[in-house]
């Protein structure tokens, strides 16, 4: 069996949509990852996907932007000291783990400050489990395995199983005709228990599907909003002029954001494996059990489709029509993100520019606030990603706030 790389756009593309290559970037991670809708294939994904899609709808994802995100800005910020110099990694998980516990439909159960950083610990652990196939040294990969379950299990008594216990009797009235379906949570969680002699799955199945998407809820974004601010902060610096301008025109800061998604995919590549022989549009072919290697980095910097600086950051390129401005950061075809349009959110009605209800998406919406809230680079302090893994990610980004 060999390896094959695709780092053009176009051959991307066409490789990410391809029902012919499943899923392999997890597969290391089977502890969290085994068997949940990002590793799904064929019909198994198709059904799955067709459920927890009712979760993933623009009207509420358009209320949690203008309704629920500015109390949970305020209530994070009223929590933090943003008198001292603080990590921004640190800062995001807490804008972001209210967020993934929404959508995955985990309860809180005591409220507290302490609930809430362990809740952000367990979803560190979960971010290692889903990248042990990309991490730099693999050798501790079943110790690590071990740690995360030990996690998982505590995950499962103290939040899980609570959660799924207040559903099942939320269904029951429903089923008793004392609770309208309307009045349901609208989560991922309340839809697999709704759906759940459709879909089949075990107990454990559940588990970690939930577990999946408190972790895909969150994770990512989490490090987006730090390459997004990293790069806001930098270009205020170098045009001060801009930054009033980015606090003032939500259409503006979101492309500065999709410039920034563009650059930094949350995995640097895609993994697949050939279920048939795949020749490619650059030439190269895959045999059955080959595996293919999409590099989504290389290809959002294709300069057959960003033009001739496609290393640099610059939010005003024009793009080739028909070409996202975020490129393949969000996948497409089958494992396209259901959470693109709540990261990323939509574009704009161009006759009328940015409306009321324009959905900016959570990390563009964040970076606004953090901004008008008087977020700076921390001078004195050093930025550093993570290097233990090969995603680009930050593990310290020094800020102060200066408003």
Not at 145 to 151: F, H, K, P
Not at 226 to 239: E, F, I, K, R
Request: aromatic residues 6%; glycine residues 6%; proline residues 3%.
């Amino acid at each position: 069996m060999k390896t094959i790389e695709l780092t053009d756009y176009v051959s991307a593309e066409a490789a990410l949509r391809s029902s012919e290559l499943k899923q392999a970037l997890y597969n290391e991670g089977a502890v969290l990852m085994q068997d949940v809708l990002v590793t799904l294939h064929g019909d198994a994904h198709r059904s799955r996907r067709h459920s927890e899609m009712r979760v993933f709808r623009r009207d509420f994802f358009k209320h949690y932007e203008h309704s629920v995100l500015p109390q949970v800005f305020a209530q994070v910020m009223a929590q933090t000291d943003t008198a001292s110099a603080l990590n921004l990694v640190d800062l995001n998980y807490r804008f972001m783990v209210y967020l993934a516990l929404q959508f995955a439909g985990i309860d809180r159960q005591s409220g507290t400050v302490e609930e809430l950083l362990s809740l952000i610990e367990t979803l560190r652990m979960f971010g290692v489990a889903a990248t042990l196939g990309q991490a730099k040294d693999p050798s501790d990969a079943a110790q690590t395995s071990a740690r995360v379950m030990a996690v998982m299990d505590q995950f499962d008594v103290q939040f899980f199983t609570p959660s799924v216990e207040r559903r099942q009797r939320l269904l029951a009235q429903v089923t008793a005709g004392e609770l309208s379906a309307q009045d349901l949570p609208r989560d991922v969680l309340t839809v697999l228990l709704e759906d759940a002699t459709q879909l089949d799955m075990a107990r454990d199945q559940v588990l970690r599907e939930t577990g999946f998407f408190f972790l895909a809820s969150a994770h990512t974004s989490v490090h987006s909003l730090g390459h997004a601010v990293h790069h806001l902060l930098h270009w205020c610096n170098q045009h001060p002029q801009a930054r009033a301008h980015l606090e003032s025109d939500a259409v503006l800061l979101q492309q500065f954001v999709h410039e920034s998604f563009r650059l930094h995919p949350s995995s640097p590549i895609a993994k697949r494996e050939a279920l048939s022989r795949v020749e490619f549009l650059d030439g190269q072919i895959a045999e059955v059990g080959d595996t293919v290697i999409i590099n989504l980095r290389q290809a959002n910097r294709d300069p057959e489709v960003f033009g001739q600086d496609p290393q640099s950051f610059n939010p005003m390129r024009l793009v080739r029509r028909g070409t996202s401005r975020t490129g393949v950061t969000f996948g497409i075809g089958m494992h396209a993100c259901l959470g693109k349009n709540l990261a990323a959110g939509s574009a704009p009605d161009q006759a009328n520019g940015a409306s009321q209800n324009h959905q900016m998406g959570t990390v563009a919406w964040i970076c606004q606030q953090l901004l008008k809230a008087g977020v700076a680079q921390d001078t004195a302090g050093t930025a550093r990603l993570d290097q233990s893994i090969a995603r680009e990610t930050w593990q310290h980004l020094p800020v102060t706030f200066t408003a």
